[in-house]
């Protein structure tokens, strides 16, 4: 019988052994923190232009991670992690002209990682608008980790406030619990103390999630659904996931729509319609106050490259403006159109965590610029020589100069195979940095934010 | 002699109870959807853990992005061509995890979920 139990338990010890030390189906891998960029300190300089961004008349994107107003450039630096909110990952503003960079939140000995920071959770989901922020925020807290060993136990919070610089008060426009999911169109469109933006709801009627498009007052803090209970994106129009109704810019306080058919325009109630013009058109169309402009998807394209064009708002006067550019890679100046002339470059092998595909191909290597009736095309910056591993992925351009973020990619052994750390991108919180290019010089200066 | 086997057997029982009970609660597997975007998946062991987020497909702005956000770690891969974030840690008795994916400038994110 001691015999039977000892076998029962050198049995039951050779069955855990082998369980516990099977079944891995995934190696352990050392992801190697992103490098960073080696740069040689020149002076700072500064020139005045009158040539400003538009704002692209009140649209406001939220995937952009540079913001402009008044002269100073808006950023979170580093994408925000809402479990792990870090000291003083907030908000900045950096003053293109005294390269002073400050945070939103005045308070100088807020860390801005404490619920007393009015900025406090605030993401990389931003929207400036008249000395006001608004924005998404999200933060988590740990009643168990489940270092313990018991069952994790997570609370979460998010919200959309509007934070008002000049007076310090906020204003909720809705919460919601992050831990269940969320949704969110970071398009909004922003004028006359109206917020206008995308709900993401669940229609009953239709048995469908839906994008209703909304209003929301920031003066009397009321919200109205405008219209777009149906709104689902439109698999039939030129960009599979455009939303069958969006919408454009507000000029003189009307809302510019597309419904894939018609751009049209109504007042801020969705009242007193005017149709402007017929076509097929997705989310991608700008104005710069006089004209329509508007991108057309070339044929067999196997990308996003879109041919840019130009048109009165009944229609008349298109003309071809000469650009093939990536959706959303071309910006309306007030003198310029700036754009990203398509390209594709291999530079090696792929061998990085998550990048799909055989080879790291960049794109974009040559940035553009021309009048808004497509005359006179001038190539402002190549990224070539020792640039030609890095690209800017995300710019915005003010006056003389282009901010952005950027990556660069550096073959760390030569083999010709870019592997996990070979890439830097300058997006992070241990290392924020900005690109900026002197269009007249072509001078690269690089803003680092020590903070 | 009779009271000597039962002990023996009750202190098998409990040995077995003890030795079956600890990693079976220790390890685990879930995933959870990232609405029509893709899945966040968690892989909790005694030996090791990882946390990833699969995309359905690669992005259209320079600014989408791939995440996932774990008791294992942090990653977001930023990029029209990153379609995972993966992270990988040593091993664990529980776990939480949230996948994001930005595409096109809508962002959904998974229910926060456990191992």
């Known amino acids: 019988m001691n015999k039977k139990i000892i076998r029962f338990i050198y049995f039951i010890f050779m069955f855990a052994f082998i369980f516990l030390f099977s079944c891995e189906n995934k190696e352990l891998k050392y992801i190697e923190k992103n490098k960073t960029e080696d740069t040689i300190e020149i002076p700072f300089e500064f020139t005045e232009s009158d040539d400003e961004p538009t704002d692209n008349y009140n649209l406001m994107l939220g995937w952009n991670i540079l913001g402009f107003s008044d002269g100073y450039i808006y950023f979170v630096n580093g994408s925000s992690n809402p479990f792990n909110l870090q000291e003083n990952q907030t908000l900045w503003k950096y003053n293109i002209k005294t390269n002073n960079l400050t945070s939103v939140c005045s308070d100088p000995i807020c860390k801005h990682n404490t619920p007393s920071c009015p900025l406090y959770a605030i993401t990389d989901q931003y929207y400036i608008y008249n000395n006001k922020v608004l924005a998404t925020y999200i933060y988590y807290t740990f009643i168990d980790d489940g270092s313990t060993g018991n ?79 149906d709104n689902t994106y439109d698999f039939n129009s030129q960009e599979n996931s455009a939303l069958a109704t969006t919408f454009l810019f507000a000029i003189d306080s ?30 991608n169309v700008y104005t710069d106050g006089k004209y329509i402009y508007y991108g057309i998807y070339i044929p067999n394209s196997k990308n996003t490259v879109q041919s840019i064009r130009r048109m009165d708002f009944d229609g008349k006067n298109d003309i071809d403006l000469g650009i093939n550019a990536e959706s959303y890679n071309w910006q309306i100046t007030s003198k310029y159109i700036y754009y990203k002339k398509y390209d594709e470059i291999t530079i090696g092998k792929n061998m990085v965590s998550g990048y799909a595909g055989e080879n790291i191909i960049l794109t974009n290597s040559e940035i553009w610029r021309c009048n808004h009736d497509g005359t ?22 003010v006056g003389n100069y282009i901010y952005g973020i950027y990556e660069k990619w550096t073959d760390s052994d030569n083999d010709g195979v870019f592997k996990d750390g070979d890439r830097y991108y300058s997006d992070t919180y241990e290392d924020f940095t900005i690109m900026r290019i002197n269009i007249e010089t072509g001078e690269v200066y690089y803003i680092k934010v020590d903070i | ?74 990653k977001r891969n930023t990029g029209t061509s990153y379609t995972n974030a993966e992270v990988y840690g040593s091993g664990d008795t529980s776990g939480w995890a949230q996948g994001s994916i930005r595409r096109n400038g809508v962002i959904k994110s998974s229910t926060t979920f456990y191992v």
Do not use: Q
């Open chain 1, 376 to 397: 006179n095309h001038e190539l402002v910056y190549k990224f070539e020589g020792d640039m030609a591993n890095t690209r800017m992925v995300n710019e915005i351009y």
């Open chain 2, 1 to 74: 002699m009779k009271n000597m086997k039962r002990m023996k057997s009750i202190v098998s029982a409990i040995l077995l109870i003890a030795m079956c009970a600890i990693p079976v609660a220790a390890r685990g597997y879930n995933f959870e959807p990232v609405d029509t975007f893709g899945t966040a998946y968690l892989n909790v062991k005694t030996t090791s853990s990882a946390a990833w987020t699969e995309a359905n497909s690669g992005g259209i702005l320079s600014t989408d992005y791939v995440e996932i956000n774990s008791s294992v770690g942090y």
């Open chain 1, 151 to 229: 069952t994790p136990d997570i609370e979460g919070w998010g919200g959309f406030k509007m934070y008002d610089m000049s007076n310090g008060k906020s204003l909720l426009l809705n919460e919601f619990n992050p831990k269940e999911g969320y949704t969110e169109d970071l398009r909004k469109l922003i004028f006359d103390d109206y917020c206008i933006y995308y709900d993401y709801v669940y229609n009953e009627k239709i048995d469908a999630w839906v994008f209703a498009i909304c209003r929301w007052d920031m003066t009397t803090n009321k919200i109205v659904t405008l219209t777009g209970m």
């Open chain 1, 254 to 283: 009307r809302i510019y729509f597309s419904d894939g058919k018609t751009i049209y325009s109504t007042d801020v109630n969705y009242e007193n319609r005017i149709d402007h013009v017929t076509g097929k058109f997705d989310a």
